[in-house]
């Protein structure tokens, strides 16, 4: 194992110190490992915030910031944060409107921000609604899971509804307009390598040389199967056609994202797209947005993942307005 650490078991803190030292407009609690913006939320302003296991960068945290989270809570590698954690943040973003859990559907993510919303309440009445992300067609169940797993969407869904957020709109308007975001997108993975969790010291599972995994999940979760290595064009297929066959996406505009895993070079990814982007072309699918890059990672995974939204005027709206985060930053 080659990676730029100290140590196994200090990555996340070391990583929260580089956090903290590249961007002095965000606060960092070291204790609860919390990345805050650095400014209180305003009052009367819903409060947005996420989080799960850290080594998908830049979820969460690289999306703290003006029109998308107030906060995001990082627990360890591939783990769940505590609901201690989760409360805390809860606590201190509340400013009197509520606050909106944006929650992927995996088990230790739901039960602890189920936990954490429940002691919330009981503790401060803070108010909380939740939204569980589950946008992969992949599987039905799976290592994490029950259910489809939550992945590339969350990251369309935070701009979104941080934007609303944003906008003043009240609890129940963010979280209606979060879970219609949900039904509306779907996301298929790949990938070439196996990524390597610091503190195993190994890759998560054997990926011949020759061989694919297609439907793979962000934390290395066998997908629907294995497949020989083959050009891209063939790959992009094989995201595409589940995507498609899920929901129907024509008829109205599109968000695409392609992103990377965190192990494949950007001319890659580019190229990918152009793949997608002829493909969807064809299906008649009318992308009116796209992202291309890293967003939503699995440590250094090589390989890529699709997630389509299925948008509208209001959604394209929303996903325009300035946003000013580490991870993505426009009209501002």
């Known amino acids: 194992m080659k990676k730029l650490i100290n140590a196994p078991d200090a990555v996340l803190a070391d990583s929260l110190k580089g956090v903290a030292a590249a961007h002095p407009e965000l606060n960092v609690d070291h204790t609860n490992r919390i990345i805050y ?44 944060p505590t609901p201690d954690q989760i409360q805390e943040a809860t606590r201190v973003v509340d400013s009197g409107a509520g606050v909106l859990h944006i929650v992927k559907n995996y088990t230790g993510d739901v039960m602890n921000f189920e936990m954490a919303a429940e002691l919330a309440d009981a503790d401060t009445g803070v108010t909380v609604a939740t939204v569980v992300v589950d946008d992969d067609v992949a599987v039905e169940d799976s290592t994490y899971t029950a259910g489809r797993r939550g992945v590339g969407l969350t990251v369309l869904l935070e701009k979104i509804v941080g934007a609303a957020a944003e906008e003043g709109r009240d609890l129940a308007d963010v979280e209606a307009l979060a879970n219609r975001v949900n039904e509306s997108g779907r996301s298929m993975g790949m990938a070439l390598t196996s990524c390597t969790v610091p503190a195993a010291g190994r890759p998560t599972f054997d990926l011949p040389d020759d061989m694919m995994e297609i439907g793979v999940g962000i934390h290395g979760e066998p997908g629907r199967h294995r497949v020989p290595l083959a050009p891209a064009a063939s790959i992009a297929q094989q995201l595409v056609d589940p995507v498609l066959a899920d929901l129907d996406f024509t008829g109205g505009p599109v968000i695409a994202m392609l992103n ?11 190229l990918m797209y152009g793949e997608v982007a002829a493909l969807l ?46 991870g993505l930053r426009w009209g501002v």
């Open 37 to 80: 913006r650095g400014n209180p939320t305003r009052a009367g302003k819903v409060a947005v915030i996420s989080g799960g296991g850290s080594g998908h960068e830049p979820l969460h945290g690289g999306y703290v910031g003006l029109g998308m989270l107030d906060a995001a809570i990082a627990g360890e590698v591939f783990t769940s």
């Open 260 to 270: 990377g895993m965190g192990g494949s070079p950007l001319i890659e990814l580019y």
């Open 281 to 326: 072309e064809k299906a008649g699918v009318t992308v009116a947005r796209t992202l291309v890059g890293d967003y939503i990672t699995s440590l250094d995974m090589a390989g890529c993942s699709l997630t389509l939204l299925r948008a509208d005027d209001e959604l394209l709206r929303l996903w325009d307005a300035p946003v000013n985060t580490a």
